[in-house]
């Protein structure tokens, strides 16, 4: 028997999956909540297996309810009821350890799908929310490569050397930089022959494949 709580602002929202779930034997309805704080409470008394919560609600919405859930209850498995257009939100659901997406008109099958899924410790996405998760992790992984470059280059090159070393990276002739930064294209040659000393490089090519690598 899998326990479950639904949140959503939406009473009719909460009706609807009630009404599909009680159709499964092997779910049960422990209780529902209409926004983030009414859960917090809800979890002080009994904890489900599962919560299946929206993300936009008013007092405290679903990512900050996530997060508080997960770092007070972390056996507790939270599925995100979510729509097409709310990437940021599916963003910083990843962020906080959201366990599941579901959309909101998934059918009963879908959801239970997930619910097992969930306790199972997988996640089974619906393939429109898949494609959107992949390009924010895609997302999340470049910014991740160009901190990690900008790290390794922070307390060794001066912030004007930085500039010419990202822009040497994005394939840019000393020209394009010196149009870029408004320098001549003398001052862009001695700015990389500094950075390739600085760095025991031989010529730009070495320096690209220098970050490339730690990034």
Known sequence: MREIMIVDDQGIVREGLKMILSLHEEIEIVG???NGEELLALLQERLPDVVLMDI?????????TLKI????????????????????????????????YVLKDSSSKDIIKAIDAACEGSMLLHSEVSSKISKVLLAMNQQSKENRVKEQMDGVLTPREIEVVELVMEGKSNRQ????????EGTVKNYISRILDK???????ELVLHFQKKA
């Open 69 to 100: 859930v997960k770092e007070t209850y972390p056996g507790v498995k939270v599925i995100i009821l979510t729509t097409f257009n709310e990437d940021e939100y599916i963003f910083n659901g990843l962020k906080f350890g959201a366990d599941g």
């Open 32 to 34: 529902e909540a209409a």
């Open 177 to 184: 930089i010196a149009g870029t930064l408004f320098l001549t």
């Open 56 to 64: 936009r609600m008013p007092v405290m919405d679903g990512i900050e």
């Open 199 to 205: 760095l025991e490089l031989n010529n730009r090519t």
